[in-house]
């Protein structure tokens, strides 16, 4: 199988595009910006899923759906968020198609079928959810209110990458009310938590968890937490956001309870979420210019089995260890795959496995058949040893966590030799220019500040880290006073 794949260090987004397509995660649709998830990909999506769901209900969250279209004046009720979002609304404005008398065979538009009220495709639902909780909350004894639900949205981008940055895509959304604004505050940074939790210990991408400036946070919030990622071009990528929206859609619907002593408050709320651009962000976070490279707690194929034969005699012989050893693997809950296809050689299926990122090969050919021996070979190290039969189930299961653990190590490494401290602007475009990375630096806290650097620069405040020091500076860009530094990056 040839894999032709563009280099990283000759052109990354070609790559990236390359191997999301060659590697059967999706491709491009008939329809302008939206992908179609193949069934490899999508088996990755559903492990991650899989993973975040339980998460979620282990911190009490339940899960809901809720409609895809919004009525416009519902939309238009916190002003903000309409704001934000308007540019990337998609609208239905009629219900109906009918012949075309001036073109036989093709439909229009039926002139007598528009609706009253236009209706928003969702960009995101806090409206929807917001007029509903309305009904739902009458009293402190209804809170929290714990709803998570998984979707589809749709932004009209104008400029799309698969998985990154498309028309459609796949996520899910938290929308929790509270009765303080405390319990709303520490429900934002748990689930900015459990996103971090996630990412670092099954994705393997090590982030750092921070909050938003004012520019940069989600219209209609009050404070957006965020996790940020550093993928291996030195580009940051926003991978999870968890907002504190205040009481803004609580008094925009007016969603109000009775507290203890029976007077009538408005609710606090969060909203928080992930997409498939986390398939994006495990893509260019591990994967070389081999193919794919996943963490073993989020492959959907952990390892693969292929058999090495001339005659069919071996073939068969082959074939009744290789379904022992599947056996010993189930019971050991690890995925494996018998590649057993007779149609293609041991190099191909070589080749494809290596493209489709699967953590461990093992090959059985007649001599490992007589001298009791598997070749194992690691696909993020590329490295093979041969090892002894017995016990294999074991030692694979363990070999996963190390891969699991040196994907982390290995991103954490880079990400952390991609943090540079810079003191003045031309130190910052240096820096941006030719090492790439998270550049710390300090900040006037402005918003005109922060929007002429991106201007001049396309770098954008990625987060103020929470765990930054607190120590006076001056600012690279105005020379005002700074009360410490941001980390500044160019992102997807």
Known sequence: MSKNLTKREEDYSKWYNELVVKADLAENSGVRGCMVIKPYGYAIWEKMQAELDRMFKETGHSNAYFPLFVPKSMFEAEEKNAEGFAKECA??????????????????????????????????????IWSTYKTWVQSYRDLPLLINQWANVVRWEMRTRLFLRTAEFLWQEGHTAHATKQE?????????????????????????????????????????????????????LQAGTSHFLGQNFAK???????????????????????????????????????????????????????????TDEEFHQITEVANELV?????????VKFDNRTTHKPGFKFAEWELKGVPVRIAIGPKDLENGTFEIARRDTLSKEVKEKEGIVAYI??????????????????????????????????????????VAAHWDGTGETEEKIKELTKATIRCIP???????????????????????????
């Open 91 to 128: 609208i239905v404005t009629h219900y109906r198609l009918k012949n075309d008398p001036d073109n036989k065979g093709k439909l229009m538009v039926d002139p007598n079928a528009k609706l009253e009220e236009e209706l928003i495709v969702r960009p995101t639902s806090e409206a929807i």
């Open 184 to 236: 709303a505050i520490d429900e934002t940074i748990q689930m900015m938590n459990v996103y971090a939790d996630f990412a670092e210990n099954f994705m393997a991408i090590p982030v750092v968890k921070g909050i938003k400036t004012e520019n940069e946070r989600f219209a209609g919030a009050d404070e957006t937490y965020c996790i940020e990622a550093l993928m291996q071009d030195g580009k940051a």
């Open 252 to 310: 925009a619907f007016d969603v109000k309870f009775a507290n203890q002593e029976g007077k009538q408050e408005h609710v606090w709320g969060t909203s928080w979420g992930v997409s498939t651009r986390l398939m994006g962000a495990l893509v260019m976070t591990h994967s070389d210019d081999n193919g794919l490279v996943l963490p073993p707690n989020l492959a959907p194929i952990q390892v693969v089995i292929v058999p090495i034969f001339k």
């Open 327 to 335: 056996s010993q693997f189930k019971k050991a809950n690890v995925s």
């Open 397 to 438: 299961s363990e070999l996963l966590e190390t891969i699991q653990k040196e994907l982390f190590e290995k991103a954490l490494e880079y990400r952390n030799s991609h943090i540079t401290e810079v003191n003045s602007f031309e130190e910052f475009k240096e820096v941006l220019e030719n090492k790439a990375g998270f």
């Open 466 to 492: 929470l765990n930054r020091k607190l120590e006076k500076g001056i600012c690279i860009f105005s020379g005002k006073e700074s009360v410490g530094r941001v980390l500044f990056a160019k992102a997807y």
